[in-house]
């Protein structure tokens, strides 16, 4: 609430125009309004000032952030907005210090490998080849897998340093855990994507990301947990590893030509 004692009769002026004509002043440089309210533009300044704001242009800002917040409200009633709110719930976290400690120990990983695995099953499959295509876009040299019986290529099972990226929501679903299992025995380091850090599969990493956001199943069989989270841990991995151009440089000579 703005304390109008202190405004002078035309700074009063200039506030109850501000306000009773928003839609119109998002659209004015602060010249064109002076003359339209006819008073000076440093008037206009002391008045602004005087609601709290350093300058127009950050008073022209909040008053669309505030637009944008109503209609918002107005939406609200015609759509479903969950997903919007789940979206916002996480990244409103403080997200690098969340993953911070993850993120070093993934690129510790990283630094001698030159072929990345990704695995996961149904939903979680879509997204293992969707990482997998974000890291070869940044030329990392990886591959997915989305069947849990497909054997490995010969020359990566005798890698001695190989880097496998296991996504499950739940983290127990047991055809990834023999996969966890299997991949580890084959001295594979596994880094894994869940919904939480106590499950199984986190439990078998060297590495967790977990997401911690609203599970959420339908017909008893089918999860449908919001994957937002996943989409941008992922990317931030091959963001974090891929502009390294050391990095970038050593995996585009470990393809073949």
Same mark, same amino acid.
Request: net charge neutral; with cysteine.
């Given at each position: ?9 035309? $700074? ?29 533009? /440093? ?14 242009? =950050? ?14 409200? $107005?939406?609200?009633?015609?759509? +479903? ?8 719930? &996480? ?36 997204? /293992?080849? &969707? ?5 070869? +876009? ?15 290529? &010969? ?16 983290? $127990?679903? /047991? ?9 580890? =025995? ?8 869940? +919904? ?19 599970? =959420?199943?339908?017909? $008893? ?13 992922? =990317? ?22």
């Amino acid at each position: 609430m703005v304390d109008l004692k202190n405004f002078t009769p035309t $700074e009063i002026l200039v506030y109850n125009y501000l306000i009773s004509h928003s839609d119109e002043v998002m659209h004015l440089s602060i010249r064109q309004l002076a003359v339209t309210i006819h008073v000076s533009s /440093a008037s206009i300044m002391r008045c602004i000032k005087k609601m709290n704001y350093d300058s127009f242009y =950050e008073f022209k800002f909040s008053l669309k952030q505030k637009k944008l917040a109503l209609q918002d409200k $107005e939406l609200a009633g015609t759509f +479903n907005t969950e997903i919007f709110d789940l979206g916002t719930e &996480y990244f409103d976290r403080p997200l690098l210090q969340q993953y911070s400690h993850e993120l070093n120990a993934f690129k510790k990983l990283v630094k001698d490998t030159n072929k990345i695995l990704f695995f996961g099953i149904g939903t979680s499959g879509t997204l /293992a080849q &969707y990482g997998a295509r974000q890291f070869s +876009n940044f030329r990392i040299n990886a591959f997915y897998n989305v069947d849990p019986f497909y054997p490995l290529p &010969y020359d990566l099972d005798r890698d001695s340093n190989q880097i496998a990226i296991l996504l499950s929501v739940s983290g $127990e679903t /047991a055809e990834v855990i023999k996969e966890a299992v299997k991949l580890k =025995e084959q001295k594979f380091h596994i880094v894994s994507i869940t +919904n939480n850090s106590y499950c199984t599969l986190a439990r078998l990493s060297d590495v967790n990301f977990s997401y911690n956001v609203k599970p =959420e199943v339908i017909n $008893e069989t089918l999860n449908i947990t919001t994957q937002i989270p996943v989409i941008f841990i992922l =990317e931030s991995l091959a963001r974090n590893i891929g502009k390294n151009p050391t990095k970038v440089e050593k995996f585009h000579q470990s393809r073949p030509h």
